[in-house]
């Protein structure tokens, strides 16, 4: 049975796509059978592994015109990739009945080939974030070590639970972590402390450390192991994948 988890924040420029395109390589890595699929209409997730043309992607398997058809990338790591189109759908889906299922729907016929199913959600909670809520049974949620982005929590657990109460019963806030650390900075200790005072052992140990390594990655199509193994970057996703399977073989 497959993991499908949402890696999902509202605000913007918090790691959401490097976070996915990492963990998914990481957990790639390590032996799992692993899909992303990237759920915003920039396509940065797609971008990222230098997809530059699907003959499926997620605008086609919402629409209901195609069945998913993956994209191998890497050895264990295959992307279910966006288009530009992307932006339309939620305005193009409006009136569809049952609109918040259709991800979970069409995942559903290929999710038992695969140890964990990421999803990359877009910079906002209207459908297409919906869908992936719906479609999830856990959620991630990356953090700055800023104040601003511990103000912004409110609205997405808001969101998350009334998903959970109308759409999705399952679906749970399961892991949170925080991305652009830097340790000698005060205020990113004290910003991870109120963190954790939020979320508790939902927290992960690993901090995601400041690290250019990891902005440079994606304009070579690469994740972060293959861009510069040896980097802090790669250090710490490493570890936060530890992390992950980690609670995932305790369950």
């Known amino acids: 049975m497959s993991a499908i988890i949402a890696i999902s924040n509202h605000?913007?420029?918090?790691?959401?796509?490097?976070?996915?395109?990492?963990?998914?390589?990481?957990?790639?890595?390590?032996?799992k059978k692993v899909l992303l699929i990237d759920m915003d209409p920039q396509a940065n997730l797609t971008q990222?592994?230098?997809?530059?043309?699907?003959?499926?992607?997620?605008?086609?398997?919402?629409k209901g015109e195609a069945k998913p058809e993956p994209v191998n990338v890497l050895e264990n790591l295959d992307i279910l990739p966006s288009t530009l189109d992307l932006s339309g759908a939620e305005m193009e889906l409006s009136n569809e009945a049952g609109r918040e299922y259709i991800l979970h729907e069409a995942i559903s016929e290929i999710s038992e080939n695969y140890n964990y199913i990421l999803i990359d959600c877009p910079p906002s909670l209207g459908l297409l974030t919906i869908?992936?809520?719906?479609?999830?049974?856990?959620?991630?949620?990356?953090?700055?070590?800023?104040?601003?982005a511990i103000k912004g929590l409110t609205k997405i657990?808001?969101?998350?639970?009334?998903v959970k109460k109308r759409?999705?019963?399952?679906?749970?806030?399961?892991?949170?972590?925080v991305t652009q650390f830097d340790k000698r900075k005060v205020l990113h200790r004290d910003v991870v402390d109120t963190i954790y005072t939020y979320f508790q052992e939902k927290l992960f140990d690993t901090r995601i450390r400041d690290n250019i390594s990891l902005a440079e990655a994606p304009s070579q199509g690469l994740d972060i192991f293959r861009y510069d193994n040896t980097c802090k970057g790669a250090e710490d996703y490493r570890a936060l994948c530890q992390e992950i399977l980690e609670r995932h073989y305790q369950n």
């Open 11 to 31: 605000k913007g420029g918090v790691g959401k796509t490097t976070s996915t395109v990492n963990i998914g390589a990481g957990l790639a890595m390590a032996g």
């Open 48 to 62: 990222s592994y230098g997809i530059t043309k699907a003959e499926v992607s997620v605008y086609e398997v919402l």
């Open 131 to 148: 869908n992936a809520l719906t479609a999830a049974d856990e959620v991630y949620i990356p953090l700055q070590a800023h104040y601003l």
């Open 157 to 162: 657990i808001e969101v998350i639970g009334k």
């Open 167 to 177: 759409l999705n019963k399952n679906v749970e806030i399961t892991g949170v972590f």
